[in-house]
Nanobody
């Protein structure tokens, strides 16, 4: 009955910014590691960013370091991804995920969102 719902995707020009949001319903996920994966056209799903349940630890893929920032608001049962300086290669479907342990792993994530499309034009 747990659902993760992403929002904030869309079309943006290279160099622009988007802010993705993921809100959980059904139960609190305040003690879960949460984060983001993405899957580009013709590519496998890849890790983007993660944040620990107390928001002390964060981890980013090398490809997005310095450009993306992950944050969470446990009172709102939500996690966010601020994406700046977007590149064409950032084009993908972005998926929110929750894992009961650190680190976040696609193989053990307990919950997944339906995905939101991010398209960066160049």
């Amino acid at each position: 009955q747990v659902q993760l719902v992403e929002s904030g995707g869309g079309l943006v020009q290279a160099g622009g910014s988007l802010r993705l949001a993921c809100e959980a319903s059904g139960r609190t996920l305040s003690t879960y590691t949460m984060g983001w994966f993405r899957q580009g056209p013709g590519q496998e799903r890849e890790f983007v960013a993660a944040i620990s349940w107390r928001a002390i630890g964060t981890h980013y893929a090398d490809s997005v370091k310095g450009r993306f920032t992950i944050s969470r608001d446990n009172a709102k049962n939500s996690v966010y991804l601020q994406m700046n300086s977007l590149k064409a290669e950032d084009t993908a479907v972005y998926y929110c995920a929750a894992d009961p342990a650190w680190p976040l792993k696609s193989s053990s994530a307990a919950y997944w969102g339906q995905g939101t499309q991010v398209t960066v034009s160049s």
